[in-house]
């Protein structure tokens, strides 16, 4: 049975940090492309972050650039978010996912292209 579980999510006040993790099990892990993303109230999905089966390659959201930090450690099947300097406009509920063969930006960035996805953790971050 394959799952994805996130945790790590909560309360933080903005210019804080949070760490989410995602733990796979019921595939190999290491043969898929993660992503994690995001919705908002009222909001599409959107891609956050992403990262290569390998870990070679990563792709972020303009929107987190330099405050948030993918990684992926394929002998835990566990796939991370780092967020610092978070924002209150960072808050939404965020889900990792899973696909294969996810080879451009746009195929990244596209939600019907992912096989697995997570229950999703929520981040709220206050003023």
């Known amino acids: 049975q394959v799952q994805l579980v996130e945790s790590g999510g909560g309360l933080v006040q903005a210019g804080g940090s949070l760490r989410l993790s995602c733990a796979a099990s019921?595939?190999?892990?290491?043969?898929?492309?993660m992503g994690w993303f995001r919705q908002a109230p009222g909001k599409e999905r959107e891609l956050v972050a992403f990262?290569?089966?390998?870990?070679?390659?990563?792709y972020y959201a303009d929107s987190v650039k330099g405050r948030f930090t993918i990684s992926r450690d394929n002998a835990k099947s566990t796939v991370y978010l780092q967020m610092i300097s978070l924002k209150t406009e960072d808050t939404a509920v965020y889900y990792c996912?899973?696909?294969?063969?996810?080879?451009?930006?746009?195929?990244?960035?596209?939600?019907?292209?992912?096989?697995?996805w997570g229950q999703g953790t929520q981040v709220t971050v206050s003023s």
């Open positions: 996912a899973a696909g294969r063969g996810l080879g451009t930006i746009t195929i990244i960035r596209t939600t019907s292209r992912y096989n697995y």
């Open positions: 019921g595939f190999t892990f290491s043969s898929y492309d």
């Open positions: 990262i290569s089966r390998s870990g070679g390659s990563t």
